[in-house]
C-alpha cells in the first residue's frame, strides 16, 4: 500500500466551519483506493460531515468497528437506513452488544442507578442480521484484505495500564467488563505500520506490544486514535508517552479520550511529528 488518507469524521472537537463535533469517533481511511469506515460515532452526524467533505459514504468497502461503545457504534442504524448496499462490518461478537457504567452526577440525581453505554442500534445483532448485512466476527487477529488487518483480542500485559475498570455487563454492576472486543485497526505501508484505534481500551502499551509481536520486523510508521488517558495520572500517562517514544514513529494523531494532559504531554515529546484529531482534518501519509 503506497498511500493512506484520513479524514475525521466524528471526534470531540471541530476543525472548520460548518462542520460539527460530537463526544465520538469516526475516520474515513482511504488505503490505497479501498475506502473503510472507522467507527460511526454516536448519532447521525458523521453522515452530515462527510457530505460537506465531499466523502460518498455509499461508495464504502468495509465499516470497521473498533468496540461496542456508543460513541463508536451509534451511527451505524443511520447508515443502514441511507443507503441500499452496505459493505461488510468487521468487528468483534461482542461489539453488537449491551454494556453498562455508573451514572453520570447529573444522572444520580434522577436516580438513574446505571447508564447503557453499548452497542445502541434497538434491534441488535439479530435486527443487523434479518436485514441481511454481511458480518464479519473476529476474536483473532483478521485479514481483511491485503495489508490491512484488524488486531483481534489484545493481550493485557502491562502492569500498570488498568483496563475495564469503569465499564460492567449488566445494568446491576456487579459484573465488570474488560472489554475484550477492542481492537486497532492496522495498516501496513511501504514506509510502516499505521495503528488505527477506537478507544484502546486495551490500554496503549498493550496495543502496541501486541501490534510488534504480530509484525516484529515492521516499524510503527504511525499511530492514529483515542488512546484512553483521559483518566490516567501523571505517571501512566509519562510511561505511556516514553513507551510510544521508544518506537520513534513517524506521526502521532491523537485525541477523542485521549485527554488533555496527554494530549499536552505528547506535544512535549513529539512536536511537529504530534498532531490533534479534530472533524474536518484530513491527514495524507504517502509511502516515503
Not at 118 to 129: A, C, D, I, N
Request: glycine share 8%; aromatic share 8%; net charge negative.
Amino acid at each position: 500500500m503506497k498511500h493512506v488518507d484520513i479524514t475525521v469524521l466524528v471526534e470531540n472537537t471541530v476543525n472548520a466551519a460548518g462542520l460539527r463535533a460530537e463526544h465520538g469517533l469516526s475516520l474515513h481511511i482511504d488505503a490505497g483506493g479501498y475506502r473503510i469506515l472507522f467507527d460511526t460515532g454516536a448519532s447521525a452526524l458523521f453522515l452530515g460531515n462527510a457530505k460537506k467533505l465531499g466523502l460518498h459514504l455509499n461508495e464504502l468497502d468495509a465499516l470497521v468497528l473498533s468496540h461496542n461503545h456508543y460513541d463508536h457504534t451509534g451511527g451505524i442504524e443511520f447508515l443502514i437506513d441511507l443507503y441500499a448496499k452496505i459493505p461488510p462490518i468487521f468487528t468483534h461478537p461482542k461489539s453488537l452488544g449491551h454494556c453498562y457504567a455508573k451514572p453520570k452526577n447529573e444522572e444520580r440525581s434522577a436516580r438513574q442507578s446505571f447508564r447503557s453505554i453499548g452497542f445502541p442500534y434497538p434491534l441488535g445483532l439479530k435486527g443487523l442480521q434479518t436485514r441481511g448485512l454481511r458480518l464479519e466476527m473476529n476474536r483473532e487477529m483478521v485479514q481483511i484484505r491485503r495489508d490491512i488487518w484488524l488486531s483481534g483480542e489484545i493481550a493485557r500485559n502491562c502492569p500498570f495500564e488498568q483496563v475495564g475498570e469503569s465499564f460492567f455487563l449488566d445494568p446491576e454492576l456487579s459484573r465488570p467488563d474488560n472489554l475484550p472486543d477492542d481492537q486497532a485497526l492496522i495498516l501496513k505501508t511501504e514506509a510502516g505500520l499505521i495503528v488505527t484505534t477506537g478507544c484502546c481500551h486495551s490500554g496503549l502499551v498493550n496495543t502496541l506490544e501486541a501490534v510488534i509481536n504480530s509484525f516484529p520486523d515492521v516499524p510503527i510508521r504511525a499511530v492514529v486514535g483515542g488512546f484512553h488517558l483521559l483518566h490516567a495520572d501523571s505517571d501512566r500517562i509519562d510511561a505511556s508517552v516514553r513507551f510510544l517514544e521508544q518506537l520513534d514513529p513517524q506521526l502521532v494523531i491523537a485525541g477523542h479520550c485521549t485527554g488533555f494532559d496527554a494530549l499536552c504531554r505528547l506535544r512535549s515529546v513529539f512536536g511537529e511529528r504530534f498532531q490533534r484529531l479534530s472533524v474536518g482534518k484530513r491527514f495524507s501519509l504517502p509511502d516515503r
